[in-house]
C-alpha cells in the first residue's frame, strides 16, 4: 500500500469522527435550544428543542443558540420619579421573567444581556407612568393596610394616614398586566414585577421625618391629655367614696358612742338607786384618787367626812 493511502485512513477516521461529534449535543435540563442554518433558523425543529437530552443537527452546517428556560431575575436600577401629589422618590424594582419563545427571542432580542437592557426601558417606563398617576401612600402602602395600631388617635387623623384605595401590590399588578402586553412580541414572559424599595430624596425625607416627629408627638399629647383625664376621674371618684366611707364609719361611730353612753347611764342610774349613800362614797374616793398625787398636800377640816373616813380605818 502506498504510503499516500495509508496516511489517508486516519485522517479519514478523524474527519469522521469530527463530523460525528459536532453532529450531536446534549440540552440539559433548565436550557433550551435554536437550530440555525445558514444563521437562518429551522422553524420545522424549534418546537423539539425544549426536553433535555441528546439532540442532533447536520455537522458544521447547522449551528446551536442555547438559551435558559428557567426563571431569570431582573433587577432595575434606583430611578427617582415624581408622584401625583407632587412628591419625589427613589424606586428599585424587581421582576422574575422566562424566555417563552425561543426563536423568537434568538430573532427579536438576541441574548439575555439585551433583554434586561430591554425591560430596563419596559418595565421602568411602566412603573414610571403608573407612579405618575398615583399619590404617595398608593406606593408605600399595601391594600391589607391597616391603621389599628392608631386606636382612638386615628379618627382625628389627617387625610394622608387613611387607608390606600389600590395600594402597592395592585399598582404592582397594573404595571405586571401594562409590561406583558408588550414582552410577548420579544420571546419574554413576564412572571411578576415588585417594588424592592422606595425611599424619599434627601429634602422630602427631612419634611417627612419631622412631620412624623410631629405627629407622634401630637398622639403622644391627646395620649397623655387622655390620661390626664382618666386620672382625674379615678381621683375624684376615690375621694368621693372615701368621703362616703369616713362619713358613714364617724355615723356608726356617734351611734354606737350613743348607746354605749346610754348604757352607762343607765348603769350609773341603777347602781345609785340600789344604795345611794354607797354609790356617793365610791364616787367621793374616785375623786380623791384623780385629785391626789404621790406628793399632794391635803388640808381637811376637822368635821370632814373624810378626815373621819380615814380616822376610822386607822383604827385597830
Keep these: 500500500m502506498y504510503p499516500e493511502k495509508r496516511l489517508l485512513v486516519p485522517v479519514l477516521i478523524g474527519l469522521l469522527a469530527l463530523a460525528l461529534w459536532n453532529s450531536c449535543f446534549i440540552l440539559t435540563e433548565g436550557q433550551q435550544a435554536v437550530i440555525t442554518q445558514f444563521g437562518k433558523p429551522l422553524r420545522s425543529r424549534a418546537e423539539s428543542l425544549t426536553r433535555a437530552g441528546l439532540k442532533f443537527k447536520v455537522p458544521f452546517i447547522q449551528q446551536v443558540h442555547f438559551f435558559e428556560k428557567k426563571i431569570l431575575i431582573w433587577n432595575g436600577d434606583s430611578n427617582q420619579i415624581p408622584t401625583n401629589d407632587k412628591t419625589y422618590i427613589y424606586m428599585e424594582n ?55 395600631y392608631m386606636d382612638m388617635t386615628m379618627q382625628h387623623a389627617p387625610e394622608d394616614m387613611k387607608k390606600p384605595k389600590h395600594g402597592r401590590d395592585q399598582i404592582s399588578r397594573d404595571v405586571l398586566a401594562a409590561a406583558s402586553k408588550i414582552t410577548p412580541q420579544y420571546g419574554i414572559e413576564l412572571i411578576d414585577v415588585m417594588f424592592k ?28 391629655a387622655t390620661g390626664e383625664g382618666q386620672k382625674a376621674e379615678i381621683l375624684g371618684r376615690v375621694d368621693r367614696e372615701f368621703r362616703e366611707i369616713t362619713s358613714n364609719a364617724r355615723k356608726q361611730a356617734l351611734e354606737i358612742r350613743g348607746k354605749a353612753d346610754a348604757e352607762a347611764t343607765r348603769i350609773y342610774a341603777s347602781a345609785y338607786n340600789a344604795d345611794p349613800e354607797f354609790y356617793a362614797f365610791q364616787k367621793s374616793l374616785e375623786s380623791y384618787r384623780t385629785v391626789l398625787g404621790k406628793n399632794s398636800t391635803l388640808m381637811l377640816k376637822p368635821d370632814s367626812d373624810f378626815l373621819r373616813y380615814l380616822q376610822s380605818t386607822n383604827k385597830p
Aim: no cysteine.
Design 197 to 224: 424599595r422606595v425611599n424619599y430624596i434627601d429634602t422630602v425625607r427631612q419634611r417627612v421625618y419631622d412631620r412624623m416627629i410631629s405627629e407622634r408627638k401630637r398622639i403622644a399629647a391627646e395620649k397623655r
Design 94 to 148: 424587581t421582576a422574575r421573567w422566562r424566555i417563552s419563545d425561543a426563536l423568537r427571542f434568538m430573532q427579536a432580542v438576541g441574548s439575555e444581556a439585551r433583554a434586561r437592557t430591554l425591560l430596563d426601558d419596559i418595565l421602568d417606563g411602566t412603573v414610571r407612568d403608573l407612579v405618575n398617576k398615583n399619590d404617595l401612600i398608593e406606593i408605600i402602602r399595601s391594600s391589607d393596610w391597616s391603621p389599628d
